[in-house]
């Protein structure tokens, strides 16, 4: 584990945790250790909250063990929905026209396309790359369409899908120059490339979390391992990558803990949160 930067001066009053590849293993488990790290947390008057690129229903499985209380960012960030998963905070749509131009943007990489509205998955082939892991992962089946056409009027995250990660990464350049700034597009895996709202991004998700609490920025920490994590770090006082994260978002943060095969998650939320409380008080 490293520093990067300088310690930062301000308490930490809030935690805003990325999900897979962090809070989790890489068999999506949420460990005791994590558990006991979050719930220690709340023992110590510190907030936490998680932000995924999975839809709403998709965190279902931690709101209890973690004991939730605030909005939780799905869509990273295109929807702010309360623990309950039916009160909504805020939530943010792709503009009308958008999802075509992504879409045929997508395609045009040979990507499979997935498109989540607000409450629903879908996809055009139920055995391509990552669908039978994806629900697996988020507890639900996508909904099968032949065509995209008449579900596009309430889109909360597009994802293009491939395990040629090289070609993903190309796809999400020509994708962000074509859709500008009516769209935000960052890989939340080496072989997913999420599109959201240009405001639905894990740095809008900081900013929202500060609004509403009424906690400053600089006293937010951040987690995470992914390039659209880079979005997090770069809003909140402290930032943590993980282990298993490219040299690149271990650069662009304040601290590097483990990998989350190594309780990454939990050591950093002891060292340089926790530790870093008492050592305020």
């Known amino acids: 584990m490293t520093a ?11 935690v805003i945790a990325d999900v897979d590849g962090t809070l989790v293993t890489q068999e999506k488990v949420l460990t005791k250790r994590a558990t006991d790290a979050v719930l220690r947390l709340g023992e ?26 605030q909005p939780l960012a799905a869509f990273n960030g ?10 909504v905070v805020d939530q943010k749509f792709l503009p009308a026209g958008v999802p075509e131009k992504v879409i045929e943007a997508i395609e045009n990489h040979g990507l499979d ?4 509205t607000d409450i629903e998955w879908f996809v055009r082939d139920e055995k391509g790359a990552h669908v039978a892991r994806e629900q697996w ?12 056409a008449g579900l596009l009027g309430r889109v909360a995250k597009i994802v293009g899908v491939s395990d040629d990660y090289d070609r993903v990464a190309k796809c999400e350049q020509d994708v962000q120059q074509a859709g500008g700034t009516h769209i935000s597009a960052a890989r939340s895996q080496p072989y997913y490339l999420d599109v959201t709202h240009p405001q639905a991004n894990k740095g809008g998700v900081v900013l929202s979390m500060s609004k509403l609490l009424n906690i400053p920025v600089a006293e937010i920490a951040t987690i995470g391992d992914m390039p659209n994590d880079v979005l997090m770090f770069e809003k909140s006082g402290v930032s943590i990558a993980m282990g298993n994260a490219s040299p690149e978002v271990q650069a662009s943060a304040t601290y590097v803990t483990t990998s989350n095969e190594e309780e990454g ?7 340089f949160v926790l530790n870093a409380r008492s050592a305020n008080v």
């Open 137 to 148: 992962t988020v507890k639900f089946p996508p909904k099968v369409v032949k065509t995209f």
């Open 78 to 87: 295109g929807v702010l929905i309360d623990p309950d998963l039916t009160t």
């Open 44 to 69: 110590a008057g510190i907030q936490f909250s998680i932000t995924s690129g999975r839809p709403p229903r998709g965190m279902a499985m931690l709101i209890d063990p973690l004991k939730l209380k």
């Open 265 to 271: 998650f939990a050591t950093a939320i002891e060292k």
């Open 113 to 116: 396309v997935w498109v989540y």
């Open 4 to 14: 990067k930067k300088a310690d930062a001066a301000q308490p930490i009053k809030m």
